[in-house]
């Protein structure tokens, strides 16, 4: 009895797991979408929340795992995430942040491509995505040039 429930649980926590990176991944794009369109405190306020709910989402997908030499395959972000996410709109980046936590855990991004494009585009990488070595690497390169993307909104707010 007692493996059956936890069979039965395994599938739950894996739907909570994924709606709770979801959850995260909407309202990063969105709070950041808004404060793109913002300015004074209020931009930087919905900014630090921003930042804040991507290291939680950063924490869930354990990236630290991932990141080696990410850095040198993506460089520094040409663009701000406010600006991505002017760009791409919340909902395509929110869609590939929770694709790219979804391939570190193995699963595949060929149905986000031309996101993954747009995004490596958008931020500058020294590496086309198609030049990675696998899905995990360009998930993992999503989530740290994204993060790097934040780190240069802040820094454009707290600026100007």
């Given at each position: 009895m007692s493996s059956d429930?936890?069979?039965?649980?395994?599938?739950?926590?894996?739907?909570?797991?994924?709606?709770?990176?979801?959850?995260?991944a909407d309202e990063v794009a969105r709070l950041l979408?808004?404060?793109?369109?913002t300015r004074g405190s209020a931009a930087a306020q919905l900014s630090v929340y921003a930042s804040l709910l991507y290291?939680?989402?950063?924490a869930k997908v354990n990236l630290r795992d991932h990141v080696d030499g990410i850095i040198n395959l993506t460089g520094e972000?040409?663009?701000?995430?406010?600006?991505?996410?002017d760009c791409m709109g919340y909902r395509a980046v929110a869609s590939l942040l929770v694709a790219a936590s979804k391939a570190l855990e193995g699963e595949s991004?060929?149905?986000y491509r031309r996101d993954l494009e747009l995004f490596a585009d958008c931020m500058g990488w020294l590496v086309s995505p198609q030049k990675m070595l696998s899905d995990e690497q360009r998930g993992a390169a999503?989530?740290?040039?994204?993060?790097?993307?934040?780190?240069?909104w802040l820094e454009e707010l707290a600026s100007s």
């Open positions: 429930v936890e069979t039965n649980s395994q599938p739950a926590a894996a739907e909570l797991y994924l709606e709770d990176i979801k959850g995260i979408f808004i404060a793109g369109s290291d939680e989402l950063i972000p040409l663009s701000s995430a406010a600006d991505v996410v991004l060929e149905a999503v989530l740290v040039s994204f993060a790097a993307a934040i780190n240069k």
